[in-house]
């Protein structure tokens, strides 16, 4: 199979075009679609590269933030899967405390992803838990991102 020069493949698809019937190119006789085609230099219809591109960027577009935002969730839902997975990130992974002040220096120890250290903003019992559990409410000095931290107390002896 012999190919032509760039030039008369050019002609031989414009004179194609231009032997196809009008209702043909019914769907090519927007006013923009013939703006595109006359910039493009096809004498008026439209070619292959120089309408329809925007749909498909405009879905590419769409598909890449669609994408993007589920990379965003699944980066969420991993975080917060191993900040519940830490000592005392969940009531399951609950930190056994022997006194009351073992309580304080877990607290003073933790330290937010951003680096800041966290403040105590209130602590109180877990309701409904199987076993002995305060949950401390923390919050992040620096960043003020809230955190909970729970403490297992069944290990205290009144």
């Excluded at 993007?68 to 899967?81: G, K, M, N, T, W």
Aim: aromatic residues 4%; charged residues 25%; contains cysteine.
């Amino acid at each position: 199979m012999r190919l032509r020069p760039a030039r008369s493949r050019d002609a031989a698809f414009r004179s194609a075009v231009a032997s196809l019937p009008s209702s043909a190119l019914s769907c090519y006789n927007d006013a923009d679609d013939r703006r595109d085609a006359e910039i493009a230099g096809s004498g008026g219809i439209r070619t292959a590269t120089a309408g329809g591109g925007s749909r498909v960027i405009s879905g590419l577009m769409a598909l890449a933030v669609l994408a993007a935002i589920i990379v965003a969730a699944v980066r969420l839902l991993q975080r917060r899967a191993v900040e519940r997975a830490r000592p005392g990130g969940s009531p399951a992974t609950a930190i056994p405390v022997q006194d009351y002040g073992d309580m304080d220096i877990a607290v003073r120890l933790q330290t937010c992803p951003c680096g800041g250290h966290f403040a105590l903003r209130g602590e109180g019992p877990l309701p409904g838990a199987d076993r002995p559990t305060r949950v401390a409410h923390l919050e992040c000095q620096k960043c003020e991102r809230e955190v909970r931290l729970y403490f297992d107390l069944s290990y205290i002896r009144h």
